[in-house]
């Protein structure tokens, strides 16, 4: 008995366990979430503040509502992708080709989600375009509305592509 819970470990746990396992599931949740509430606010939140611009960003009350949902979730998204991209490591090869890239995506979500989202929505929806002109509000409202879509491609394929790395892993086991 003590042999064996200090020896090799028995065939059935010899599949994929620890950190590359729980890195996957808390990307493949994290990017649920995120992917479901980013699909929200482009089809509920953005059209409630963009739907006459410049007037419905300068005459918005409620700043960036959205903000208290992607505090969370976008750190923690985040975080899973960067603990995938490690976890990839100690994964069979079919795996990681799938978590990589879905690490990948990841990683371009939350470089443009920081540098060029953010800011958008604080300058217009969050500052109600204080400081902006008519014409740089439709302009920056537009390029949120337009790359939104590519965010969108972005983290659906992450989601879709760790979803693929635990089929493998199903298949592997």
């Excluded at 979730?73 to 490690?86: G, S, V």
């Excluded at 965010?151 to 394929?157: N, Q, S, T, Y």
């Amino acid at each position: 008995m003590g042999a064996r819970l200090f020896g090799e470990r028995p065939s059935y746990m010899k599949t994929q366990t620890g950190f590359p396992r729980i890195a996957l599931w808390l990307f493949v949740l994290s990017a649920g979430i995120l992917t479901g509430g980013s699909i929200f606010e482009g089809m509920v939140l953005t059209p409630l503040w963009s739907h006459s611009l410049p007037e419905s960003v300068r005459q918005w009350p409620h700043g960036t509502i959205q903000s208290k949902f992607f505090a969370f979730a976008t750190p923690l998204y985040a975080l899973a992708t960067l603990l995938i991209l490690l976890a990839a490591r100690w994964m069979p090869p079919q795996q990681r080709r799938w978590s990589l890239i879905a690490g990948l995506c990841g990683l371009v979500v939350v470089i443009a989600t920081f540098t060029f989202f953010f800011p958008i929505l604080q300058k217009t929806e969050g500052a109600q375009g204080a400081g902006l002109t008519d014409d740089e509000i439709r302009v920056m409202v537009q390029q949120f509305k337009t790359w939104h879509w590519g965010r969108w491609a972005l983290l659906l394929g992450g989601w879709i592509s760790g979803l693929r790395a635990f089929s493998c892993q199903v298949r592997q086991s």
